[in-house]
């Protein structure tokens, strides 16, 4: 597939991948969210990526929502196809073998705060922005936003920000545990590599399970939690990994994980 729409670079064994609408603020249209699932799904088989990083083009936004002109045209029908390709997408991100950092450099809006969401760490610029603007538009955050945020920031606080719509900046999002980190706009992709390429120097299958363990238990009581953790903790005893991480440590040395 060609892209249009975003862009895929490699470093090491990180994918970054970013989205390239700046003139409309990075909006999701269809297309974007088409190229967007094509190319986490690439990802999600090349067993050299290790973590994946998803960032905005441009000096102002990460993604500015779901594209208003494009949406506001639609057919009842067209709508539903709509929604049913952003939940894909925003599934397929959050159940991704790798994990995926979400480096919010400007506005992250509508349909861009659920993408972020659906990651599984958020990193912020200082001029970061969140918001979900929905009702005010005559919908609602329905690519999960009335799910993951109360999820996150607790329901009150998710309740304020889908109801009000109103805004908020980098430093009120950092305190109610929206995003992990915030840092000076030129320093934020630097931050997020640095973040993805220790992840990357950790066992692959365990950082792959832990993940898988952190999103499936969310929606989990705890026993059934704790027994998935179970099973995904005896998988790591059938790794090569597993035993060379152990050895490593007993011997006082170091291992370079290699995914088995
Ligand atoms: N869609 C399309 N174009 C957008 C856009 C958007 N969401 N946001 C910005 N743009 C475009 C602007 O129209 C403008 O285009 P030109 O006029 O230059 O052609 C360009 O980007 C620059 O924007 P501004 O001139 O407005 O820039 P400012 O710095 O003045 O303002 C802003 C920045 C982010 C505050 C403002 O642009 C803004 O309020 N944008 C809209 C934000 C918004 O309301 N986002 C939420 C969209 S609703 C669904 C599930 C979920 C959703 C939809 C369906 N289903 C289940 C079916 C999600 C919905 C949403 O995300």
């Given at each position: 597939?060609?892209?249009?729409?975003?862009?895929?670079?490699?470093?090491?064994?990180?994918?970054?991948?970013?989205?390239?609408?700046?003139?409309?603020?990075?909006?999701?249209?269809?297309?974007?969210?088409?190229?967007?699932?094509?190319?986490?799904?690439?990802?999600?088989?090349?067993?050299?990526?290790?973590?994946?990083?998803?960032?905005?083009?441009?000096?102002?936004?990460?993604?500015?929502?779901?594209?208003?002109?494009?949406?506001?045209?639609?057919?009842?029908?067209?709508?539903?196809?709509?929604?049913?390709?952003?939940?894909?997408?925003?599934?397929?991100?959050?159940?991704?073998?790798?994990?995926?950092?979400?480096?919010?450099?400007?506005?992250?809006?509508?349909?861009?705060?659920?993408?972020?969401?659906?990651?599984?760490?958020?990193?912020?610029?200082?001029?970061?922005?969140?918001g979900?603007?929905?009702?005010?538009?005559?919908?609602?955050?329905?690519?999960?936003?009335?799910?993951?945020?109360?999820?996150?920031?607790?329901?009150?606080?998710?309740?304020e920000l889908?109801?009000t719509t109103d805004i908020i900046?980098?430093?009120?999002?950092?305190?109610?545990?929206?995003?992990?980190?915030?840092?000076?706009?030129?320093?934020?992709?630097?931050?997020?590599?640095?973040?993805?390429?220790?992840?990357?120097?950790?066992?692959?299958?365990?950082?792959?399970?832990?993940?898988?363990?952190?999103?499936?238990?969310?929606?989990?009581?705890?026993?059934?939690?704790?027994?998935?953790?179970?099973?995904?903790?005896?998988?790591?005893?059938?790794?090569?990994?597993?035993?060379?991480?152990?050895?490593?440590?007993?011997?006082?040395?170091?291992?370079?994980?290699?995914?088995?």
């Amino acid at each position: 597939m060609t892209y249009e729409n975003i862009l895929i670079d490699y470093q090491d064994q990180i994918a970054i991948i970013t989205i390239n609408r700046p003139k409309a603020l990075n909006a999701l249209n269809s297309a974007t969210i088409q190229e967007l699932t094509h190319g986490f799904h690439e990802l999600a088989a090349d067993s050299n990526i290790r973590a994946v990083i998803l960032t905005g083009s441009g000096e102002k936004s990460f993604v500015a929502g779901a594209d208003i002109a494009e949406m506001s045209e639609k057919s009842p029908i067209e709508a539903r196809h709509f929604s049913q390709l952003g939940h894909k997408l925003m599934n397929l991100i959050e159940t991704l073998p790798q994990p995926v950092i979400a480096a919010v450099n400007g506005f992250a809006l509508g349909g861009g705060l659920e993408l972020a969401m659906a990651c599984d760490i958020r990193l912020a610029s200082t001029n970061a922005k969140f918001g979900q603007p929905e009702v005010g538009l005559g919908i609602l955050a329905g690519f999960g936003g009335t799910q993951r945020l109360p999820r996150l920031v607790g329901s009150g606080r998710a309740s304020e920000l889908l109801l009000t719509t109103d805004i908020i900046n980098a430093e009120e999002a950092f305190r109610m545990g929206l995003v992990n980190r915030i840092y000076p706009k030129e320093e934020l992709l630097g931050q997020a590599i640095d973040m993805a390429k220790k992840i990357s120097s950790k066992a692959p299958i365990a950082v792959q399970l832990t993940k898988s363990a952190i999103v499936k238990g969310e929606n989990l009581d705890l026993l059934s939690g704790q027994a998935y953790e179970a099973e995904v903790f005896a998988q790591t005893f059938s790794t090569e990994d597993q035993k060379n991480g152990c050895k490593a440590f007993l011997a006082k040395t170091t291992t370079d994980y290699q995914g088995r």
